[in-house]
């Protein structure tokens, strides 16, 4: 059996068309929904990330901001940068870039973000809404990976979901998700006993761990959906042979380009055992972008109280 491969890049395309329209509509009326992006420090990981972001928000009209501190920023400075743009009415969206240095209180700056502005969807009354199945911001790549499954066809009433992964930005809020779908569902993490047997009755696997090609053939009903959110970079040889049953095109890989991405899935096993599945790269990873930017424009909506098209992920 050939697996069905799900192209987030294609499912992004078509949600930016879709964001695009809304956003022209909503220019109609007067409001320009406005994403401001905070970076502290020069992780230049997160500087990719934030430009990113920016760019994205530039191609589709919204208004953006970057605002760029240096790496000894207090705290207390950054508390006083979230409240001033907590206030300003041509900012919806609040994203602070994480990780955040050291020194900084991160779990007080992400909880001084206003909930109405909170894009990321970490606050804990959006995580609150998010549970009792309020209109909210969700976090955008469990959002993003209901739209993979929605926008494939893949039905979530009625499936066993698996999710191995407990962590606050993808485990737990998929979880939910999916059981707002109607699916039902396992959460997994370390200490679960005989974890491939518990994944193997999936229908819906998602696979949240950090840990390349972690999840093999043993761990994949035949037939399942695979989601696979991890990104991991190998970059020695020993590493590729050691993943790769066939690793004559990945060697070519870390050969030109220095390091070959894999996902927490074995990428061979999952094609010749699920039914379809998210590639790494280009699978769940292009929709985080495009749920931040719905999750922009569902903010300015939310705060006019103007009725939503739809609450991402749901
Ligand atoms: P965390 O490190 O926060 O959580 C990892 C989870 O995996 C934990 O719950 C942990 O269990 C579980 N785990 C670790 N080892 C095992 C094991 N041996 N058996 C079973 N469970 C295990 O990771 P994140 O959720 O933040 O991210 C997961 C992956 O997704 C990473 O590769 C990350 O890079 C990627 N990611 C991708 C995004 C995208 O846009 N595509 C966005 C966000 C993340 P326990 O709680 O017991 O320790």
Redesign the pocket.
Known sequence: MTARILNGAKIRDSIMEELGEQIRDLKTAGITPGLAAVLVGENPASQIYVRSKVKTCESLGLHSEKIEWPADTSTERLLGLVDDLNRRAEIDGILVQLPLPPQVDSKAVLEAVSPAKDVDGFHPVNIGNLVSGRLGLVPC?PAGIIEILRRSGITMQGARAVI????D???KPVAMLLLHNHATVTI?????RD?PAVAREADILVA????PA?VTGEFIKPGAAVID????RLTTEEEVRRIFHAPAAALEKLQSKGSVLVG?VQPEDVQEKAGAYTPVPGG??PL?IAMLMANTVQAARLRRGIPSAKSAGR
Do not use: P
Request: charged share 15%.
């Open positions: 790549t191995i992964g407990r962590s930005i993808v485990g997994c993490h370390s200490r679960t974890l949240a761990i950090g840990k972690f959110v991890g990104i991991n927490d769940v990873g985080t």
